[in-house]
């Protein structure tokens, strides 16, 4: 059951890459953010970024998964749920929800399986 769990967070993670990387300044990505056109188009780049980092948590969740490393599920799973808590401070309450609550069951589970 961990490791579905800790696949659903890191296909979540590839969710956002899609979304922060490639589909920011569309109405699909606009509309998932809440964002204005002009706004998108201004932040574009910025996204982008934030969308490469969404990769690394991916990457480090799978090579987690792959290699069954519990170790390294543990660390990028803390890195989802500190990422989703500052985002929850700082951006929307919703980033809990969908983010850190979903890391953070992952992170019990890989806990328990250990």
């Given at each position: 059951?961990?490791?579905?769990?800790?696949?659903?967070?890191?296909?979540?993670?590839?969710?956002?890459?899609?979304?922060?990387?490639?589909?920011?300044?569309?109405?699909?990505?606009?509309?998932?953010?809440?964002?204005?056109?002009?706004?998108?188009?201004?932040?574009?780049?910025?996204?982008?970024?934030?969308?490469?980092?969404?990769?690394?948590?991916?990457?480090?969740?799978?090579?987690?998964?792959?290699?069954?490393?519990?170790d390294?599920?543990?660390?990028?799973?803390?890195?989802?749920?500190?990422?989703?808590?500052?985002?929850?401070?700082?951006?929307?309450?919703?980033?809990?929800?969908?983010?850190?609550?979903?890391?953070?069951?992952?992170?019990?589970?890989?806990?328990?399986a250990?």
């Open positions: 059951m961990a490791g579905i769990v800790v696949g659903v967070v890191a296909a979540l993670h590839l969710y956002f890459l899609v979304l922060e990387m490639f589909l920011w300044n569309t109405p699909t990505g606009r509309a998932a953010f809440g964002l204005e056109p002009e706004f998108a188009a201004q932040t574009t780049v910025l996204a982008a970024n934030q969308g490469l980092y969404n990769g690394f948590l991916v990457a480090g969740l799978v090579w987690g998964l792959v290699a069954d490393r519990q390294v599920q543990l660390f990028f799973l803390a890195c989802v749920i500190v990422a989703g808590a500052y985002g929850a401070v700082t951006v929307s309450r919703k980033i809990l929800v969908v983010q850190a609550l979903p890391a953070v069951v992952g992170f019990v589970l890989v806990l328990l250990g």
